[in-house]
């Protein structure tokens, strides 16, 4: 009698369960081989509906975000998810919403705001506004980010930072939040990410 391990054709990417098929009994190695390139391919095809970057997930290389009608991109980890809404923010806020995330330790959202006045406060105001665990006492400090410097709030103790950006007269909010052990590398990523945004005009 096979073991469920033999019976189940099972891929998976670094952190979660992807495409499972069961194997056919007694059935010839060809078939066998055929039931694994199709478990394969249907893989292959579910990569970028679940938000992956099929070149990156191949290369292992670093994936690069353009968003030409607000003007700005960034690069981010290979092996993690995006996703992009608009016009749906939390608590009947509208905005722009790109979400990065590694599924389950780390996630970015890139939140951009139009209809305020682009003031710092009115953006941490927002920021307090639109998530349940931002705070109004967290000190604001002007840290840079490869060739910018952007006024950043950085939690103590539970792996939040937020990035303030004032641009267009739109407000870009980078929210970071991670659960990852390590939050010093978590942090060490998100800042690399950080540094990676370039800023152009405007479509």
């Known amino acids: 009698m096979r073991t469920a391990a033999e019976r189940w054709l099972v891929f998976r990417n670094p952190h979660y369960h992807i495409c499972q098929m069961e194997l056919p009994r007694n059935r010839s190695k060809i078939t066998r081989v055929a039931y694994t390139l199709a478990a394969l391919f249907i893989t292959l095809l579910s990569l970028p509906l679940q938000g992956y970057d099929l070149k990156g997930l191949l290369t292992g290389e670093w994936v690069t975000y ?39 330790n780390s996630a970015l959202t890139v939140e951009i705001r139009e209809g305020l006045t682009p003031t710092l406060e009115s953006a941490i105001q927002w920021a307090i506004e639109a998530h349940e665990s931002a705070r109004r006492d967290v000190p604001v400090v002007d840290m840079p980010y490869g060739a910018h410097t952007f006024p ?10 937020e990035v303030f950006v004032l641009r267009d007269n739109r407000i870009f909010l980078f929210r970071f939040v991670t659960n990852q052990p390590d939050r010093e590398s978590a942090l060490e990523t998100f800042d690399r990410i950080m540094s990676s945004v370039v800023f152009t005009d405007t479509e």
Do not use: M, V
């Open 66 to 104: 353009h968003n030409a009608s607000y003007g700005f991109s960034l690069s981010y980890p290979h092996n993690w998810r995006r996703f992009e809404s608009g016009a749906e923010g939390s608590r009947g806020q509208e905005y722009q919403r790109l979400s990065l995330g590694d599924r389950w």
């Open 152 to 161: 950043t709030r950085l939690y103590p103790g539970n792996g939040i930072k």
